[in-house]
């Protein structure tokens, strides 16, 4: 079993990465998490080379992306929420997703052939308004070959609460890394 996590938080201590952690820590099969804000991928510039090849024409940390996305079992997109949104550095790197969509739509090629499982971790500031970053999540999920209903941890007004002292998150985090680990 291997578990692809897309972190969409810029702070290496922040809460979202604390609630990483302990998913993290429950794992006992493979992951591997790419921080948007450090990996080097640069979004998509809708140049309209993979609608032609079925694949992006640029060479950067993405072409590992693609590679894991499409052997793991289970992917996490875990992401602060900015004004209702995952992060723009995350929205970059799913943009560049658009060659799974290119390859499916222009060229009749399925590029992910094997399903997995998806789910969505968010962490705000506020109890605010997160849908939206939900919606992004699910659609980006089901691009990378998630299937069924998408598990959603929403740990809210962490401006005043730390993840960590979120009984309802905790526990749900910690029930995703158990589903997790379990076979399709």
């Known amino acids: 079993m291997k578990t692809l996590i897309l972190n969409g938080s810029p702070r290496k201590n922040g809460s979202t990465q604390t609630l990483i952690n302990l998913f993290t820590d429950r ?11 450090y990996a080097d991928i640069s979004p998509c510039t809708d140049c309209r080379y993979c609608q032609k090849h079925g694949k992006c024409c640029k060479k950067d940390a993405m072409e590992e992306v693609y590679s894991y996305v499409k052997e793991c079992d289970n992917i996490l997109i875990a992401s602060p929420v900015y004004f209702s949104e995952l992060t723009p550095p995350l929205l970059g790197v ?13 060229l009749g090629i399925e590029p992910v052939a094997k399903k997995k499982k998806g789910a969505i971790l968010l962490t705000g500031g506020s109890e605010g ?11 980006l999920l089901k691009k990378m070959g998630a299937e069924g209903d998408f598990p959603l941890v929403y740990c809210g007004n962490t401006d005043f609460t730390k993840a960590e002292d979120n009984e309802e998150a905790v526990k749900k985090v910690l029930e995703l890394a158990e589903a997790f680990e379990k076979q399709h």
């Open 129 to 139: 308004d997160y849908d939206l970053a939900e919606r992004s999540a699910k659609i």
């Open 94 to 106: 799913f943009s560049r997703f658009q060659a799974f969509y290119c390859s499916h739509r222009f």
């Open 27 to 37: 794992l006992t099969t493979e992951y591997k998490t790419i921080n948007a804000y």
